[in-house]
């Protein structure tokens, strides 16, 4: 019996076997072919690129932060004050986070970087802007206890489907090692949209918005956080989330973002 059914059973595994190199040669083609007639493009500019969404002339556009800069606020200075010199908004509005830094400057390219990953489900983005940001932020994360992105409203992120700080945070996580609390941090009331507000506004209405779950408390307490966020404007939304984590008992909150409103006017003093 076993002498009957064993060129059977082989021919079998033949024609299966070829089944799969055919769908595999037939899934490749397809793909090549969708690839060929749908390429990737550029979110700024759409013109066609291979890689993370940029193209290379987008890329030469995007203004990355370095030194010199506000070592409290991370805000570029056009010439090198001197060490620990910080800028005039730091002294005149300091901020209950310890320091901040940013990717980018928010330009038309970062601001288009943002919004495609933000409001057009664009997360294949996230991993590029991760690794900026990780880089921006090596100082902080080398002495960080764990990451926190500020959340959204569970309104919002139904709507949403996703939370874009928190997906930065996970690609800096996986970069650094460093661990995420995702969950800590909640929004506890819904806000208003922050765009068009003024920096009074914005401050009133994010405030006592944010608040730890008491189940996270043991996440916070005691330890260094780094807040993650997208875009840092006029810092409201980050200082009610640094209040927040502070009265949780954070030793310490830093704030990294992928890019931030830079007013090129402001010297250092």
């Given at each position: 019996?076993?002498?009957?059914?064993?060129?059977?059973?082989?021919?079998?595994?033949?024609?299966?076997?070829?089944?799969?190199?055919?769908?595999?040669?037939?899934?490749?083609?397809?793909?090549?072919?969708?690839?060929?007639?749908?390429?990737?493009?550029?979110?700024?500019?759409?013109?066609p690129?291979?890689?993370?969404?940029?193209?290379?002339?987008?890329?030469?556009?995007?203004?990355?932060?370095?030194?010199?800069?506000?070592?409290?606020?991370?805000?570029?200075?056009?010439?090198?004050?001197?060490?620990?010199?910080?800028?005039?908004?730091?002294?005149?509005?300091?901020?209950?986070?310890?320091?901040?830094?940013?990717?980018?400057?928010?330009?038309?390219v970062?601001?288009?970087?943002?919004?495609?990953?933000?409001?057009?489900?664009?997360?294949?983005?996230?991993?590029?802007?991760?690794?900026?940001?990780?880089?921006?932020?090596?100082?902080?994360?080398?002495e960080?206890?764990?990451?926190?992105p500020?959340?959204?409203?569970?309104?919002?992120?139904?709507?949403?489907?996703?939370?874009?700080?928190?997906?930065?945070?996970?690609?800096?996580?996986?970069?650094?090692?460093?661990?995420?609390?995702?969950?800590?941090?909640?929004?506890?009331?819904?806000?208003?949209q922050?765009?068009?507000?003024?920096?009074?506004?914005?401050?009133?209405?994010?405030?006592?918005?944010?608040?730890?779950?008491?189940?996270?408390?043991?996440?916070?307490?005691?330890?260094?956080?780094?807040?993650?966020?997208?875009?840092?404007?006029?810092?409201?939304?980050?200082?009610?989330?640094?209040?927040?984590?502070?009265?949780?008992?954070?030793?310490?909150?830093?704030?990294?973002?992928?890019?931030?409103?830079?007013?090129?006017?402001?010297?250092?003093?």
């Amino acid at each position: 019996m076993d002498a009957q059914t064993s060129p059977s059973r082989s021919l079998t595994g033949h024609l299966r076997g070829a089944w799969r190199l055919a769908h595999g040669a037939w899934a490749h083609a397809a793909k090549l072919a969708l690839d060929i007639a749908l390429p990737t493009l550029c979110v700024a500019c759409r013109e066609p690129v291979d890689g993370e969404g940029v193209c290379a002339g987008c890329w030469a556009k995007l203004s990355f932060i370095a030194p010199p800069y506000c070592p409290r606020l991370g805000i570029p200075f056009v010439y090198d004050p001197g060490p620990d010199l910080l800028s005039m908004e730091a002294i005149a509005n300091p901020p209950a986070y310890a320091r901040a830094r940013a990717a980018v400057r928010y330009d038309d390219v970062a601001r288009t970087l943002v919004h495609a990953l933000k409001y057009q489900d664009r997360t294949d983005l996230a991993p590029a802007m991760g690794r900026w940001m990780a880089r921006a932020g090596r100082e902080l994360l080398g002495e960080a206890d764990v990451l926190v992105p500020v959340p959204l409203h569970w309104r919002r992120g139904w709507s949403r489907r996703y939370n874009q700080s928190g997906a930065l945070a996970r690609v800096i996580e996986r970069q650094t090692g460093v661990k995420l609390a995702a969950e800590a941090l909640r929004r506890v009331r819904p806000t208003q949209q922050q765009i068009g507000l003024s920096r009074s506004q914005r401050a009133s209405n994010v405030q006592g918005a944010f608040k730890v779950a008491p189940d996270r408390a043991a996440d916070i307490q005691g330890r260094r956080v780094v807040l993650i966020d997208d875009v840092l404007t006029t810092g409201a939304t980050t200082d009610a989330c640094a209040r927040a984590l502070l009265r949780a008992k954070a030793a310490s909150v830093d704030v990294l973002v992928f890019a931030r409103v830079v007013d090129t006017f402001k010297a250092p003093i």
